[in-house]
């Protein structure tokens, strides 16, 4: 009895003694995975150590950060002119009719953008007015609002920035819903009286995701289709069908901005004059006048414009002598479209743009003759190879800590330029100062032939 009693405790005590050999192996586990933890942590401090990626991050004199590959950024900036030049000989209209709906609902009040929707749109069209007469001096140019489900006109049609922009900087509210078809009829309908040479377009900035419309919009679509009205709508949330549909029936351009950046972008992009359809309207001539500048002073005030404000200044009509505020106009009186000559010239730079400027690398641009570099006086007494626009040293950069940017060489002249002399040359001046120089160089040398004595 003693010994089965005896047994039976020391069987019933290795059996308690399990638990305790359990938790011991759990122990272990938890030791032997906190050792492998801090061995690979251990082995990334070794590997990464010296490798502060923070550092590397350089801020603009805006307060942004500066991307760490300059080239490559250029690169992407010089896409545009490399796709505008490819469709240089593409046929575009010069004298344009543009209708731009600003969406003002209660979506433009939303934050996600600094500082809100409406307030960045309300920016970046100013940006967009000026660059739009900027590339199209001959046309005109008309904002409507969309508000509590009605289009309300903000401006007529003109060829003022200054007109369009002082509306924009009066402070506008948003509220209520907007709706696509009282905006379309609304555009529409005013550009029914654009004459048969003027193309006629519509660029909307639509910062919702729903429209709230008294009808049909399939049959506004339509109206739009038959007065060839090209409808181009910029979203600011997220791709709505509708818009897709409106800008594929009507031969528009659809794009959705992804930051305050890429909607920047997309708008500007419509300021260059788009393609003509294959079933636009034929080539006609325009008959223009070329108005004087009116006097200025008390003893020069006349009735100026069809709201007859009584003032000086303007431009006088060459054919009925009546006087008009601002130039590209039309005449109130006879009907005459009137431009100065200079606007006129300007528009012209589509048909005959600058051909793209090659990338020169690295090892071509230590190559290069210091003799091609001496066609400009100043460049004899500048050593290295430099910028034949601003005269930068292309080999260095501005700043000790970063690369060099792009090195871009003209096919004609051969000579060298700059990042932003090439963004310069091909967006604003539209000649290459040494094709220029060039050729006004030939004219001397054939000038000095036909005046020598021999």
Same mark, same amino acid.
């Given at each position: 009895?003693?010994?089965?009693?005896?047994?039976?405790?020391?069987?019933?005590?290795?059996?308690?003694?399990?638990?305790?050999?359990?938790?011991?192996?759990?122990?272990?586990?938890?030791?032997?995975?906190?050792?492998?933890?801090?061995?690979?942590?251990?082995?990334?401090?070794?590997?990464?150590?010296?490798?502060?990626?923070?550092?590397?991050?350089?801020?603009?004199?805006?307060?942004?950060?500066?991307?760490?590959?300059?080239?490559?950024?250029?690169?992407?900036?010089?896409?545009?002119?490399?796709?505008?030049?490819?469709?240089?000989?593409?046929?575009?209209?010069?004298?344009?009719?543009?209708?731009?709906?600003?969406?003002?609902?209660?979506?433009?009040?939303?934050?996600?953008?600094?500082?809100?929707?409406?307030?960045?749109?309300?920016?970046?069209?100013?940006?967009?007015?000026?660059?739009?007469?900027?590339?199209?001096?001959l046309s005109h140019l008309s904002i409507m609002m969309l508000r509590n489900g009605r289009a309300e006109r903000l401006t007529e049609l003109s060829g003022s920035p200054e007109a369009h922009i002082s509306k924009l900087k009066e402070g506008l509210d948003a509220g209520g819903?907007?709706?696509?078809?009282? =905006?379309? *009829?609304?555009?529409?309908?005013?550009?029914?009286?654009?004459? #048969?040479?003027?193309?006629?377009? %519509? $660029?909307? +900035?639509?910062?919702?995701?729903?429209?709230c419309d008294p009808g049909n919009i399939q049959d506004t679509i339509k109206v739009a289709k038959q007065q060839r009205v090209r409808v181009s709508i910029v979203g600011l949330a997220a791709e709505v069908h509708i818009c897709r549909v409106i800008t594929e029936e009507t031969g528009g351009i659809y794009s959705v901005g992804m930051s305050?950046?890429?909607?920047?972008?997309?708008?500007?992009?419509?300021?260059?004059?788009?393609?003509?359809?294959?079933?636009?309207?034929?080539?006609?001539?325009?008959?223009?006048?070329?108005?004087?500048?009116?006097?200025?002073?008390?003893?020069?005030?006349?009735?100026? =414009?069809? *709201?007859?404000?009584?003032?000086?200044?303007?431009?006088?009509? #060459?054919?009925?002598?009546?006087? %008009? $505020?601002? +130039?590209?106009?039309?005449?109130?009186?006879?009907?005459?479209?009137?431009?100065?000559?200079?606007?006129?010239?300007?528009?012209?730079?589509?048909?005959?743009?600058?051909?793209?400027?090659?990338?020169?690398?690295?090892?071509?641009?230590?190559?290069?003759?210091?003799?091609?570099?001496?066609?400009?006086?100043?460049?004899?007494?500048?050593?290295?190879?430099?910028?034949?626009?601003?005269?930068?040293?292309?080999?260095?950069?501005?700043?000790?800590?970063?690369?060099?940017?792009?090195?871009?060489?003209?096919?004609?002249?051969?000579?060298?330029?700059?990042?932003?002399?090439?963004?310069?040359?091909?967006?604003?001046?539209?000649?290459?100062?040494?094709?220029?120089?060039?050729?006004?160089?030939?004219?001397?040398?054939?000038?000095?032939?036909?005046?020598?004595?021999?």
């Amino acid at each position: 009895m003693v010994e089965a009693s005896t047994s039976g405790q020391q069987a019933t005590g290795k059996h308690k003694a399990g638990p305790m050999e359990d938790g011991a192996w759990n122990m272990e586990d938890e030791q032997a995975e906190e050792d492998e933890a801090l061995a690979d942590m251990n082995a990334f401090n070794r590997e990464y150590e010296n490798d502060n990626s923070w550092e590397q991050l350089q801020e603009d004199e805006h307060g942004h950060l500066r991307p760490l590959d300059v080239r490559e950024e250029q690169r992407a900036k010089r896409r545009r002119l490399l796709s505008a030049a490819a469709s240089a000989r593409i046929r575009r209209g010069m004298i344009r009719y543009l209708t731009v709906l600003l969406d003002m609902s209660r979506a433009a009040s939303m934050t996600d953008m600094r500082p809100n929707r409406g307030a960045m749109m309300i920016q970046i069209l100013q940006l967009f007015v000026r660059e739009f007469f900027d590339q199209n001096p001959l046309s005109h140019l008309s904002i409507m609002m969309l508000r509590n489900g009605r289009a309300e006109r903000l401006t007529e049609l003109s060829g003022s920035p200054e007109a369009h922009i002082s509306k924009l900087k009066e402070g506008l509210d948003a509220g209520g819903d907007a709706s696509l078809q009282n =905006g379309l *009829d609304l555009a529409v309908s005013a550009l029914k009286s654009v004459p #048969p040479y003027g193309h006629r377009e %519509v $660029l909307m +900035l639509f910062a919702g995701l729903s429209t709230c419309d008294p009808g049909n919009i399939q049959d506004t679509i339509k109206v739009a289709k038959q007065q060839r009205v090209r409808v181009s709508i910029v979203g600011l949330a997220a791709e709505v069908h509708i818009c897709r549909v409106i800008t594929e029936e009507t031969g528009g351009i659809y794009s959705v901005g992804m930051s305050d950046k890429h909607v920047e972008e997309c708008v500007v992009d419509h300021a260059p004059p788009p393609p003509i359809r294959a079933s636009g309207a034929g080539a006609s001539l325009v008959r223009m006048g070329f108005p004087q500048k009116a006097a200025d002073g008390p003893t020069a005030v006349a009735f100026v =414009g069809a *709201d007859c404000l009584l003032q000086s200044g303007g431009f006088t009509c #060459p054919r009925c002598k009546a006087r %008009v $505020l601002d +130039l590209p106009s039309t005449c109130h009186v006879c009907g005459l479209t009137l431009v100065s000559s200079s606007q006129l010239a300007r528009s012209y730079h589509h048909l005959f743009p600058v051909k793209p400027f090659v990338e020169i690398s690295s090892s071509d641009l230590s190559l290069q003759d210091s003799i091609s570099q001496t066609s400009v006086p100043s460049f004899q007494e500048l050593p290295g190879v430099h910028c034949h626009g601003c005269l930068s040293d292309l080999s260095t950069s501005e700043k000790e800590d970063q690369e060099p940017g792009v090195v871009l060489q003209c096919s004609d002249c051969k000579h060298l330029f700059c990042f932003d002399c090439d963004v310069y040359v091909h967006e604003s001046l539209h000649n290459c100062p040494g094709c220029e120089v060039s050729t006004g160089r030939h004219h001397d040398v054939d000038h000095d032939d036909m005046m020598s004595p021999d």
